[in-house]
């Protein structure tokens, strides 16, 4: 269970102002919101990242205000996605007192760094009050030591973006069921040089979570780079290992973007994939609607969907299950209202959005799926039956959270990985190295 602390400590640089509509001028919105013509309106703020029109959060809050003529809602983002930008705007908010009531995160790790810092307030009484059972509800499970900290409004899970058309002229099948051998198999055919120029079959991202995607993405027990216990470092195992070589593999056979290029070009995963530089792409469901082309993006090509490889071939489907969390801020004047938001978004509201796959267990995934679908520019371009293969055939379990230094743990397993991808240092030194520093760390925590 986490101690609230009487400060926070706040370790990101004074870059700029806080999150959009906060500071001083925000608290003297909040006022006159609040004193006007109806003093009984009270205007929570939403702080976020998202871009409000794109990812229909104007669609989502009229009707919440229409529903609830007593409550308004402040939309407070950068409107960039950027999550990690977001996360600094938002400690600094917390650091300068700033009026805050909805927090959004982007994944429980950055949630449980900030509730180990109270600030964010269980809502286990609301539940309760409302006679709401957590694990009957969501699928994500949101839970820290036992408390409910924020209610999981998207479901992301893994899954594979593949080019239709690729696909058929490798005359490949679409898989429903493989391994992680059977994928790279896939990037290799995959794979093709034309003219100069080289499509890769896989393309993975900078991230260190595709350093370590067997098990980042698969397993559901020891999932994180310490035991679930937060006592022992968790480098050296098989999904490591397993995850070390296919990178390796997509180097030496060329078949997946080098990783030199993705760094030193400061590449992404989405024009990547939407421009036709790769072919497959491992990703979560939260990508799906961009699939069928955006206002920035269009698409041009049918995307089918398949399975998150497994270890080996009798392994069941499984692909971990994140998403966004909405938590009441500590020290909000509303919280009431608040969770008013909150569990309304998480059930009605995001089925509204159509942007994603909802973590509420109750909403009818056909519906959800076609709302989807049919708000994307370009509706042919997302192949539904393959999705909703994956969406029906996947296990989705919920990983432990990590521990509230893991970003340090990661840092570490990057500066390994770095090494093993661009400077030749072998696998097993990788791990050993990384096994070695991380317990260390995980010590002197204890």
Wanted: with cysteine.
């Amino acid at each position: 269970m986490f101690k609230a602390k009487a400060k926070w400590l706040i370790t990101v640089p004074v870059l700029s102002l806080l999150v959009t509509g906060c500071g001083g001028a925000g608290k003297e919105e909040n006022s006159t919101a609040n004193s006007g013509e109806n003093a009984d309106v009270v205007t929570i703020k939403l702080s976020n990242w998202y871009t409000k029109e794109m990812d229909k959060w104007n669609v989502v809050i009229e009707e919440f205000e229409k529903q609830h003529p007593d409550i308004k809602v402040e939309f407070a983002s950068a409107e960039d996605n950027n999550s990690n930008e977001y996360y600094k705007k938002l400690d600094l908010a917390v650091a300068g007192g700033d009026d805050l009531d909805i927090i959004m995160f982007s994944n429980m790790n950055y949630l449980s760094q900030r509730a180990e810092l109270g600030m964010v307030e269980p809502i286990d009484a609301y539940l309760e009050k409302d006679g709401i059972s957590f694990a009957d509800e969501y699928t994500a499970d949101t839970r820290i030591g036992g408390k409910v900290y924020g209610l999981p409004g998207k479901s992301s899970q893994g899954m594979v973006f593949i080019n239709e058309n690729h696909l058929k002229e490798a005359g490949l099948e679409l898989p429903k069921n493989w391994t992680w051998d059977e994928y790279m198999e896939y990037a290799k055919a995959l794979t093709k040089a034309e003219n100069g120029k080289t499509r890769y079959g896989t393309y993975f991202h900078s991230w260190i979570q595709y350093g370590y995607l067997v098990q980042n993405f698969t397993q559901s027990v020891n999932a994180n780079l310490t035991t679930d216990d937060g006592l022992k470092a968790n480098i050296d195992n098989p999904y490591i290992r397993k995850s070390l070589e296919l990178r390796l593999q997509g180097e030496q056979e060329g078949s997946a973007t080098p990783y030199a290029e993705v760094v030193s070009q400061k590449l992404n995963y989405r024009p990547q994939y939407f421009n036709q530089d790769t072919s497959m792409l491992i990703s979560g469901s939260f990508l799906v609607p961009e699939a069928g082309g955006t206002d920035t993006i269009p698409a041009s090509f049918k995307t089918v969907f398949a399975p998150v490889p497994t270890m080996n071939a009798d392994d069941p489907i499984s692909a971990n299950v994140s998403g966004d969390v909405l938590s009441i801020y500590s020290k909000s004047k509303h919280k009431d209202e608040a969770y008013t938001f909150i569990r309304w978004f998480t059930t009605e509201g995001i089925v509204l959005q159509g942007k994603n796959i909802p973590s509420w267990k109750k909403a009818d995934m056909n519906e959800v799926v076609d709302n989807i679908i049919a708000g994307s520019k370009n509706p042919e371009m997302i192949d539904k039956a393959s999705l909703m293969y994956v969406l029906e055939n996947t296990a989705t379990p919920s990983a432990a959270v990590a521990v509230p230094y893991h970003a340090e743990l990661e840092k570490i397993l990057l500066e390994e990985f770095d090494k093993m991808m661009l400077a030749d240092q072998d696998m097993e030194t990788t791990i050993q190295n990384a096994q070695t520093r991380i317990q260390k760390i995980i010590d002197s925590k204890s």
